[in-house]
């Protein structure tokens, strides 16, 4: 490196290996005016010198164009690897507080404007798909009803099962302080019947069948599948959505009510073998206690615990941005707001019916 009449000369090579004592030389000629940096001579140059380069035409100020001599070799090599022709990235502009809480109102429009849409289409299309079988897969609701009931009557009934055993076993130990035995019965009937059943079972259904369908239709919808049916004149809603709709509709009374009588039968054991009571006098006391009131209200709002998880799974799934991040971040909103949905449904239904 030299210094000659306000032009700094190169030669030999400008490599990874040669930048570091360059720098250190060149860093002797900060206070020089320099506006010309000659290439010329310059044998051997990488993309560590390219950076070198890039980087003393910062600290001088200069233009790259005007104040670079370089023999082909090294302009070449310039051209690939240089910096200077890239754009600088422009920094987002931090919002305030009322930007952001303007933007997340109108999302928040958007949304209900969007799932008003899509409830209107899911319920239009399932009424109208009861009638006319056209643009739905042979066999489709029987599959989703296998999916969403046979295979998962298992992990209800256990749940169930245990989570009778536990409320029994809990209450138990406090009414036999007091002789109030018979209650224990009481306690299981209207719990498991009103409340207990149907949760259970929306929540179960949540987890497995609401992650479900908002994976499967997110993925159509990254891999552009839904468009597709949508070239093909195929209405998503109706191939997609109500199949689900149609099995999840006819599978929740059935798990339910196996819900609720596996959980009646699980205080029934408690009572018999803690609490010293006849199964004939646990039955008949069940029967008295439960009225058609309480069995068509456990029943009724599991329809609507039911055809929540679907409508929140079919809006998520078909909301999904990005890739196979996307649909992993869409799967497990549509699973908590399902859940959450549900526990919201419940409370309205008791303020309704109980206050």
């Known amino acids: 490196m030299e210094y000659k009449t306000r032009s700094l000369f190169f030669d030999g090579e400008i490599t990874k290996h040669t930048v570091p004592a360059l720098n250190d030389e060149f860093s002797r000629y900060s206070g020089q005016t320099i506006s010309t940096l000659d290439l010329q001579h310059v044998t051997k140059i990488d993309s560590a010198g390219i950076a070198f380069i890039d980087e003393m035409l910062l600290q001088l100020e200069l233009n790259s164009i005007d104040s670079l001599s370089m023999n082909q070799m090294v302009k070449t090599a310039y051209n690939t690897f240089t910096s200077a022709k ?106 498991m019947v009103t409340e207990m059943g149907p949760m259970l079972t929306a929540i179960i259904l949540a987890g497995r069948s609401g992650s479900s369908i908002a994976s499967e239709i997110a993925t159509m919808q990254v891999t552009e599948e839904i468009d597709a049916l949508k070239m093909m004149a195929i209405n998503p809603i109706k191939y997609i959505v109500v199949p689900k709709f149609h099995a999840i509709t006819i599978c929740i009374p059935l798990l339910v009510t196996a819900s609720t009588l596996i959980g009646i039968f699980g205080g029934l ?23 058609l009131r309480d069995a068509l209200i456990g029943l009724g709002k599991s329809y ?25 971040k869409v799967t497990t909103q549509a699973v908590v707001a399902s859940i959450f949905w549900v526990i919201i449904l419940d409370a309205i239904n008791s303020l309704i019916f109980y206050f």
């Open 269 to 291: 054991i408690i009572a018999v073998t803690y609490l010293d009571l006849s199964v004939t006098v646990f039955v008949n006391r069940v029967f008295e206690i439960l009225t």
């Open 86 to 191: 890239l754009k600088p990235i422009k920094t987002k502009k931090k919002l305030d507080f009322f930007t952001h809480l303007g933007s997340g109102f109108i999302n928040f429009l958007k949304s209900i404007k969007d799932g008003t849409y899509l409830v209107a289409d899911i319920f239009y299309w399932s009424f109208v798909g009861i009638f006319d079988k056209r643009g739905q897969r042979k066999g489709s609701v029987i599959q989703q009803a296998l999916f969403i009931g046979v295979d998962a009557f298992g992990i209800i009934a256990l749940l169930s099962m245990i989570l009778g055993l536990i409320i029994a076993l809990q209450s138990a130990a406090q009414l036999r302080q007091f002789g109030a035995n018979i209650f224990v019965a009481d306690l299981m009937a209207v719990s």
């Open 304 to 328: 609507f615990f039911a055809w929540v998880i679907v409508i929140i799974g079919s809006y998520y799934g078909f909301n999904v941005k990005g890739g196979a991040e996307g649909v992993g």
